[in-house]
């Protein structure tokens, strides 16, 4: 199974009491981003823009993080609006080049799978990029971890 690290860069909370996390995501040590930039690069430079492959940011999580992290947030991106946004464009826009997966439970496991690019068309496949599976116990103890950083 894999390990997962949340990195909390930047906290805000707003004087109506609301909180606001900018997070990185790392798993088993290496940055997220660094992950799918390795398996992004082929089909970036097949359609002539390397630059683009792996070209994510933190994102600021606007809700409970337990609960986005679990799925649980209303999900609407990708093509059937069941995805959760991991990472976003370095411009720091979410939505200008988020990458996107299915987060599912399944007994003692979270389950990170159906990786999505939505700006990129075929040519950018996610089916042989197998994904992530953590032990639960150490995930929710890795969102824990970052609700208290």
Known sequence: MNRITFKVIKKHKYDSGYESSLVNIFIDDIPLA???????MPMATKEGHPDLAGGYHAIEVLSSLEKYYLGKD???WGDEENKTALLGCECGTVGCWPLLCKISLQGNKVIWSEFEQPHRDDDWDYSAFEGFVFEKQQYLKAIDAMKNA
């Open 34 to 40: 660094k992950i799918m930039k390795a398996y992004e």
């Open 74 to 76: 209303k999900a609407d």
